[in-house]
Structures are given as C-alpha cells and as structure tokens.
C-alpha cells in the first residue's frame, strides 16, 4: 500500500480536482488508491473532503466521510449536521467566525446547507461574517429560507462572487424565480 509520502502530486491534485464535481472518479480513484483519502494537494493545501465541501457536493463528502476522511466543521456545516456542529463550537466557540479552505467562511458552508439552525448557532457563538458571500452559497441549491435569513442580517444582495456574477444572476441562470424576485425586490441585479 502506498504511504502519503510516496503518492505523486499529480496523482493527489488529479483526486482533489475530482472531488470538485466527480463523484464517480473520486470512487474509482479512492477505490485503487487508499492513500488519497487524507492527502493533501501540496498547491493549494487542499483535501478532496475540503473540495466537496466548499463544491456543496454531500454525496462525495459523505462517501469520504464514510471512508474514514475525519470530519471538520466545514464539511459538517456543509453536510447540515448540527449536532455535530455544535459538538465542535463547544470545543471551540471561535470556530464561528473560521474560514477553511480559499478562507471561505464557516457562514458559506453552512448557507451551502440551507439549515437557518445552523446558522443561528454560528451567530449565537459570534460568528455570521461574510453574509453576502453566504449568499451565493444559498441561491446556487435555491435554499430560500437561507436567503431570506441571510438578507436580514445583511447580506449585500450585489455581492459579486469570485466570477463576478451577483446572487440575482446565480438566481436566474439556476431557474430559481422566486429567489431571483425576492434578490430584486431588495435591490438585486445582475
């Protein structure tokens, strides 16, 4: 069995990559080669679980949860397991206010949930930064509670993403009308 250490970098950003959108060669790779389960893309210092988890994508962040990859915060806040979220801001409360991976916040990995409790919890610890950004994470599944929630504590509905694409238009190419209306009836455009 291959050890981290011998794994070759493009093996493990091959894995990373997938874990961005391609479930079934997550599996196949991760059947072939255990190793790549915890290892690390050196580029980026990024886990295929981290992937999945700022991607929004459960399936595959369950499968390598399932696998033995240890849960984080992120992939929990992600996966709307609130349990396991409050068990790790009562270890540490400053986790509420934590970005993870391409210092994407806590917020956004919960939003990408679309479980308002969540994100209460995250406050209620004093955390809840980056709302506007969250909001991306929201209007991509179509969580319009999350949305509505995120508005009320702030969230630019402008905000532009990394492609500089605002919520209303993340809305409107995803189909979601009532979203897109409500991102306009508070000043949303494209």
């Avoid at 210092?45 to 033995?68: F, Q, R």
């Avoid at 809840?128 to 929201?138: C, D, M, R, V």
Wanted: no cysteine; charged share 20%; aromatic share 6%.
């Amino acid at each position: 069995m291959t050890t981290n250490q011998q794994l070759a970098s493009e093996t493990v950003e091959e894995f990373v990559l997938a874990a961005h959108s391609n479930f079934e060669k997550v599996k196949a790779m991760l059947e072939k080669e255990p190793a790549l389960l915890n290892a690390k893309w050196d580029k980026l210092n990024e886990s295929a679980l981290e992937a999945s988890g700022h991607m929004g994508l459960p399936d595959i962040a369950n499968y390598l949860h399932d696998k033995g990859a240890p849960l984080t915060i992120f992939a929990a806040a992600m996966l709307g397991r609130t349990e396991d979220v409050a068990a790790f801001l009562k270890e540490d409360p400053s986790l509420a206010s934590a970005n993870g991976i391409h210092g994407i916040s806590i917020l956004y990995h919960a939003a990408l949930s679309g479980k308002v409790e969540i994100t209460e919890m995250l406050v209620s610890h004093g955390g809840g930064e980056s709302a506007g950004e969250a909001l991306h994470a929201a209007v991509r599944p179509g969580h319009i509670e999350m949305v509505r929630w995120l508005l009320a504590r702030g969230a630019d509905p402008n905000t532009p993403n990394f492609e500089n694409k605002t919520p209303f238009h993340i809305a409107i190419a995803g189909g979601h009308k009532k979203i897109a209306q409500l991102l306009n009836e508070v000043g949303g455009t494209e």
